[in-house]
């Protein structure tokens, strides 16, 4: 394994454990989410570098548009949340309230 794959793991390996472990508040969430994102989209966007072809170079680029709006998407429930919940804590949100 090549440095470049070894520090494009631990960056999707790290991303993913902070999901896992700190999810006390909804933008923490968000923010290890797009970690996740940014390093598939980097390791993609090197991936097709290394092919050396054009038939994978609008990839990285759907990823990101993907990736922008997961983000305005998040951005949007977390505004929602904090104005009807008072925060953004995770452990307040009650999926059987309307």
């Known amino acids: 394994m090549t440095p470049t794959h070894f520090t494009f ?3 999707f390996i790290l991303g993913l454990a902070g999901l896992a472990f700190h999810r006390a508040h909804l933008l923490s969430a968000l923010i ?3 970690a996740m994102m940014l390093s598939l989209f980097l390791a993609l966007a090197l991936w097709t570098l290394e092919l050396n072809t054009t038939n994978f170079s609008a990839a990285p680029i759907l990823l990101l548009a993907f990736s922008a709006c997961e983000a305005s ?7 929602a949340t904090a104005r009807t919940h008072g925060s953004d804590r995770l452990q307040n949100l009650n999926l059987l309230q309307c």
Do not use: D, F, M
């Not at 998407?73 to 505004?79: N, Y």
């Open 9 to 11: 793991s631990t960056a």
């Open 32 to 34: 290890c989410l797009e």
């Open 73 to 79: 998407t998040g951005l949007a429930l977390l505004v």
